[in-house]
Each structure stands twice: as C-alpha cells, then as structure tokens.
C-alpha cells in the first residue's frame, strides 16, 4: 500500500485513517500439539474497518479471541495503543476499550433487549457498591446518563421496536443486532465482530453491512471483523487480512487481496500434480 | 366463630411464621445457584457457623482456645470483654466476606468448568470443613444467641384477638421480627439485583459467562459478591433460629428443609424461595393439625418431602423456575 505512512492513510472514498491502534506481533497460538494460528503479524489503524477472512479453521476466530483475551497466545506480543499488553483476563480487556460479539451470539437471555445493552455500559459506571446499595447521589446520575447513551444507540440501530422484550424471543438476526448494540454501548475503542453476517439472508445482510458502515462513520469507531464470506467483507473493509490453515497469507486492500494468487489458490483451491 | 377454626386460623399464622424461616434458607441457596450453577450444600452450615462466630464475639471467647490450650498449654478461654450486638454482627459480616473470598479461592477457582455434580462434592466437602471448623474455633457446646430480639408471646395479638373472638392467638414475638425481616431482606436483594449495577452484572453471569467477561465482568468478583450475600442471608437465619432454638448442630439441617422449599419453588426464583418456604410451612403445620393424629403424629418430619416429590411429578422447574426447554 504505498500511499500508507506510520501517519495513517487516506481510502478509496476519502476517509482519515490514523496511526497503529493494535499491532500483533508474532501470534503463536497452540492448542496441545495443535497450531491454531502460527507466527502472525498485522496492525490495526485508528478509524478502519480491518476485515481478517479465511476459510473455515483457518484460525480467524482463534485470532479474534487472542485480541479479546479469550486466548493467551503462546508466543508473541500485542501492543494496542502503544503499549505491550501484558497477559489479561478477557474482562480486562473489556475495560480497556475493546468490545466484541460472538459467532454463536451470547446475549442475556433472561434479560429484556434494554437490560442486555445497559450491560455494555458497566464499564463506564463508576459508582461504589455502598452508593448503588443506596440508590443516592452518583448512582442515580451515572444510571440516567447510561440510559441516555443506551437509547442513542438502541434509536441508532433501529430495535426501539423490541427494546422491552426478552432477548430469548426475538428472531436470530435481530439477536446479532442487539448484540452490535450491547457492544456499542460500551463505546469502544476498537470492536471486534466475529462473523456479524453468519446465517443471515441477503437482506439481514445488506442491514448489517449498512450498520457497520455507519457506526465506523458516525462514532469513528475502529472496526476488526472475521467473515468467510468473501463478497460482503471486500465491500466493507478497507483492509484485508487473509488466513489460512493458522497462517497468514495475505494482507492488504480488497484489490490487493484479490489479485493475490495464495488467496485464489486457498478459497479456489489447487490443483496438485 | 368455631373454636376449630380459630385454632385453624392460629395454626396456619404460624405455620406462615416457619415457612418464613425456610425460606431465609432457601433464598441463601437460590442466589448462589443463580449465579454459578453450584447448589450450595453447606448454606445450612454456614448459618450455623456464622451463628456461632456472632455468639463467640459477642461473648469475647477465644477463637480456636482449645487447640490453643492444646499446644501451649495454657489455659485461656475468654478475651474478658463483651462485644455489643450491633457491632457482633458487623464483624461476623466480616469473617463471613472473608470467607466467601477463601471459598472462591482455595476451592471453586480450581474448579471452574467443572461437571455441576463436583461442584457439588465440592461444597458437601466445604459443609463439613465448616461444621469442623465451627466447632475447633468457638467449641462444639449449644449455646446461647441472644441479640436483643424481642421474644415470647405477643399479648397484643393476644388480647385483640380475644376481645373479637373470645379466643387469644399464641404468635411468637420472634417469628413477627423475623417475618419483618425476611420480607425487607427480599424486598432489598429485588430491587438490588433489578436496579444496580451490580446486581446487572450479577443477572449477566448468572446468565451467560462469556458474554459477562466480553462486557468486562469478573467472574471473581461476581462470585465473591454472590457468596458474600448468601453468607450474609446465612447468618440472618442463623440468628432468626439461634435466637429459637439455641446454637446448635441441629441448625445445620434446617438446610435439609430448605429443599423441598426448593423444588416447590424453583431453584431459580427469589420469590419461588418465598412462596415456597411459605407453602411448606402452612402445609406441614395445618396437615399436622387437620391430619396429623391419623397418621400417629410428627408427620412435619416428612411432610415436606412428600410435597416435594408429588411436586416434582407434575412441575419439575417448580413454581417459578425456569422452564426447561430442549431446543433440538
């Protein structure tokens, strides 16, 4: 990418992307004897979306839980927002700014559609336990505030609709939404979203897509995503890392990507002879 | 009225009063299992050692003076003060926070993941170190909890219901303090779970771990907080049936009754642990009562179980519980 400096880059349709946010030096991931991910390297910038695509166990997800916390890699290092990140827990990591959804969807099925997305504001409320025991002075502000956020987002992503009903009865593409919103709430720094658009039909789809552009557009968020589904990402993101078998085979635009003969060769496949 | 009714009427107030009672029980066992899936065994023994260590501070004994005077040989049993209820109960809350802490991490830290029935192990195991422990600290003797509770009969209830019906109801001062204050400590762990952050966090975990920790939950500190709670619980039915029937190892086996309540209410439902203590009290008083000398008598032995089981037939998830569902 020869436009891209250490000062971040301009893309195709004139957005400001900034400098390293997170940079993953070196992953290693073993599970007993089994590699999951193998020496991988790559950054990601302040304002971008970041698409990691591969094949089925190419070790996407594996990746995405090394960034969450979820795995501790054996090997290598990962710096966000220049400084090495020592060994955390995954709750840590979400106090740092980093908010994610999962590919199988773990929401609060008890909890109505409000209750789950106030979730995402627990890192912001600062409030003591004695104060929140209470119910006095800061803890009734804090929950005003946060509810006030939590609605912006929940109008943001079009579930007013639904914004009382218990999440074990809605319909599995809006789960992933509220999912994006529990997320959201938490303003994070860097979101993660693993497979946002598996099991969807186009129009779910072509939804979700709309949303992750917006939210990278309207809060500037930074955006990594795993998809297999080679089509929507390339739309989406305006830089691609590419896996397979645990390693990483290609790294750059959509263009770059897809003019890569490796990439051709692990989604086409290769004729061996 | 008939003179059978009124003594209907009398029995059932009471049998509300025990069912109370239960469910103090029963409510320490249904927010831990809400929380971590682990059915608490020792909830009975903790309100029998949390009872003990109110009584031991309150009286200025000497923890573990036996082993003490054991090895050193020396022969002291008592610090030679006495410590007001208030602050007693205060310090119990202490050693009770501080055993929920060593709970979580000498035991159920190494654990997680687990099959529910080694957590399970885990906490008979737990029950017993805690029986033994009770006893090596403050002595195995029944003792005395006195913390100022009002006792005996009220003779208000007493003389109105004579006047109106020529026939005084015998109700325990000690079952309407108690009474009162499980329906306030119900009434605050509601609204507390409802509306606080906390208590958010707490329905998260008890919902779905890694979903908790990717909102930036820890576990840990949820659990310490849930087995604190359930330590504070314990040591009010603790003082509710110290304060009835003494200190004793008996005290541990109300945990036994809670069960039934359990089934009755759904593992899952602060009210479920109400109503259930509830049903279970009345049940057993007014089958005593109405049936009882039928059956020859000390039917409250068993009754609960019964209803558990006939329970169990018809609505296993309980009253309240959550439904069982299989998606396939």
């Known amino acids: ?273 | 009225m008939p003179d059978q009714l009124l003594y209907a009427i009398e029995v059932t107030l009471n049998g509300l009063m025990a069912g109370v009672l239960y469910a103090l029980v029963a409510l320490g066992f249904v927010l831990i299992y809400k929380a971590s899936g682990i059915f608490n065994y020792a909830q009975g023994v903790m309100a029998l050692f949390s009872a003990a260590t109110l009584v031991g501070i309150m009286n200025g004994d000497v923890p573990f003076s036996h082993l003490i005077n054991a090895i050193l040989g020396t022969d002291i049993h008592h610090f030679g003060w006495h410590v007001p209820a208030i602050l007693a109960i205060l310090l119990t809350m202490g050693v009770m926070i501080f055993l929920a802490w060593a709970v979580n991490r000498f035991v159920f830290k190494h654990l997680v993941n687990q099959e529910p029935i080694i957590l399970f192990m885990a906490t008979i195991g737990l029950a017993y170190f805690l029986e033994g422990l009770s006893d090596m600290m403050w002595g195995g003797d029944i003792k005395k909890l006195d913390v100022g509770l009002p006792q005996g009969i009220n003779e208000t209830i007493d003389e109105v219901t004579f006047n109106l019906f020529g026939y005084g109801f015998f109700i325990d001062n000690l079952d309407i303090v108690a009474a009162v204050v499980a329906v306030i400590l119900v009434i605050a762990l509601t609204l507390y779970s409802q509306y606080s952050k906390q208590g958010r966090a707490l329905r998260a975990v008890a919902d779905d771990h890694q979903a908790a920790l990717s909102v930036g939950i820890s576990l840990n500190y949820i659990w310490i907080l849930v087995w604190s709670i359930a330590g504070f619980v314990a040591l009010v039915a603790g003082i509710m049936w110290g304060a009835k029937s003494g200190v004793q190892f008996s005290l541990s086996l109300i945990a036994l009754k809670a069960l039934p309540v359990l089934m009755l209410g759904g593992f899952t439902s602060i009210p479920g642990a109400i109503v259930g203590g509830l049903i279970i009290g009345v049940g057993e008083k007014l089958f005593e009562f109405t049936l009882g000398g039928m059956m020859g008598g000390a039917t409250e032995n068993w009754f609960a179980y019964v209803l558990a089981l006939i329970f169990l037939v018809f609505r296993p998830q309980g009253l309240f519980g959550e439904k069982i569902i299989e998606r396939v």
């Open chain 1, 1 to 273: 990418m020869n436009q891209m400096s250490t000062e971040g880059y301009t893309t195709a349709d004139g957005r400001k992307i900034g400098g390293v946010m997170m940079e993953m030096k070196n992953i290693t991931l073993r599970f007993g004897g089994v590699k999951a991910i193998t020496d991988i390297s790559f950054d990601i910038r302040e304002g971008e979306i970041r698409a990691i695509i591969g094949p089925n166990g190419a070790g996407k997800s594996s990746m995405l839980n090394v960034i969450s916390g979820f795995y501790v890699p054996q090997e290598g290092e990962v710096w966000f927002r220049g400084a090495k990140r020592p060994p955390m827990k995954p709750y840590q990591v979400a106090q740092q700014g980093i908010a994610r959804t999962f590919q199988n969807i773990a929401l609060f099925e008890g909890m109505s559609v409000l209750d789950n997305v106030m979730t995402g504001r627990l890192t912001h409320m600062k409030s003591g336990m004695l104060e929140q025991a209470i119910w006095k002075g800061k803890a009734e502000r804090e929950e005003v505030e946060n509810r006030e956020v939590v609605e912006k987002i929940i109008d943001f992503l079009e579930i007013q609709a639904i914004r009382k009903t218990p999440v074990a009865r809605l319909p599995y593409g809006l789960k992933k939404r509220v999912e994006l919103a529990r997320a959201l709430a938490a303003e994070p720094k860097l979101l993660l979203l693993d497979e946002p658009m598996a099991g969807m039909n186009v129009e779910e789809k072509e939804d979700m897509s709309r949303f992750i552009l917006d939210v990278n557009d309207e809060f500037g968020t930074t955006i990594a995503l795993i998809e297999h589904d080679m089509g929507v990402v390339m739309d989406l993101s305006d830089r691609v890392v590419v896996m397979d078998y645990g390693k990483k085979i290609g790294d750059g635009t959509p263009d770059e990507v897809r003019s890569n003969q490796a990439v051709i060769d692990a989604y086409l496949g290769v004729a061996h002879d």
